[in-house]
């Protein structure tokens, strides 16, 4: 991971992922993608892991509707409560205040209408202090994003793979392989970005079809499973950190906590078992104890 000096001027090379300096702002992300420079993105759901997630130098931190699965044991990202959703977002930027927080706006929060998208992506910038808001959509919501950005509301438009469609289209698949949904893919990136979207998510694509979409819109461009010529990389930490109990294919374990943790707690178990707790750290004051 790159580690050097931010500026902010306009046209400096940004190249600090530290977070030693100022926090990283859009426009930093969108220099970042114009000069080629990657970034990164893992999911966050709690203030403890942000605050080692900034130490590490990750830009952008996504609160995930996969919170639904990781954190309530839930089957599906459809079930990820709205206020839940911006408590753990709030916690987030509390625990990594200089990383981008992008807030996934989940199931049922903004598909109603454009007053209750409004609504509820202002509670995610406002009570959650989210920096961006994530919505899965395709170029019949571009409405949708246009009042957003009128409003002032920066939008992530989550395109490809879209998991709170999964029971309309009979589970999670890939997208954009055959010619024709690679074009309707296209055709969603770019009028998305012109209605206003920041930034795009793409998940699960072929390799040409995230290529034909950095070089078909002006915005940055978040892979996620979608090949390596997105402007940033995404994935859900629990994946990255083997504690998940199914790995996709394009997110491998570059750790294996989840034995360490089943050894800490087994080591735990054994030392209250034995009654072995070491010396105990608390005593009375000098003279209480005759007294008690």
Not at 29 to 40: D, P, V
Not at 54 to 65: K, N, T, W
Not at 127 to 136: F, H, P, R, S
Not at 229 to 257: E, K, R, T
Request: hydrophobic share 40%; glycine share 8%.
């Amino acid at each position: 991971m790159m580690k050097a000096k931010t500026s902010d001027a306009v046209g400096a090379p940004i190249t600090d992922t530290t977070h030693k300096g100022r926090p990283i702002n859009l426009r930093q992300l969108c220099r970042m993608a114009r000069n080629q420079t990657r970034f990164t993105c893992l999911t966050c759901y709690d203030a403890t892991t942000a605050r080692w997630l900034q130490e590490a130098g990750i830009e952008v931190l996504l609160v995930g509707d996969t919170a639904a699965e990781v954190i309530l044991g839930l089957p599906e990202t459809i079930h990820a409560p709205l206020d839940f959703m911006i408590l753990l977002t709030a916690a987030v930027k509390r625990g990594a205040p200089k990383c981008m927080v992008m807030a996934d706006m989940p199931f049922m929060s903004y598909q109603v209408d454009d007053a209750q998208a409004m609504q509820n992506a202002g509670r995610f910038l406002t009570e959650g202090q989210a920096d961006l808001v994530k919505l899965e959509v395709d170029q019949r919501f571009t409405g949708t994003v246009e009042h957003l950005a009128r409003g002032g509301i920066p939008v992530v438009a989550h395109i490809g793979s879209r998991p709170q469609q999964a029971k309309l289209t009979g589970g999670y698949h890939s997208t954009g392989r055959t010619a024709h949904e690679a074009r309707c893919l296209v055709n969603d990136a770019i009028a998305l970005a012109e209605a206003g979207a920041v930034m795009l998510l793409l998940e699960a694509t072929p390799v040409e079809v995230a290529q034909r979409i950095v070089e078909s819109v002006a915005c940055p461009v978040i892979g996620c499973g979608a090949g390596p010529d997105c402007h940033g990389q995404v994935v859900v930490l629990q994946d990255i950190l083997g504690l998940s109990s199914w790995q996709p294919s394009f997110a491998q374990p570059l750790a294996q906590l989840g034995p360490q943790i089943t050894a800490a707690a087994e080591r735990w178990a054994a030392s209250v078992r034995n009654n072995d707790l070491g010396d105990h750290p608390y005593t009375m004051l000098d003279g209480e104890s005759d007294r008690f």
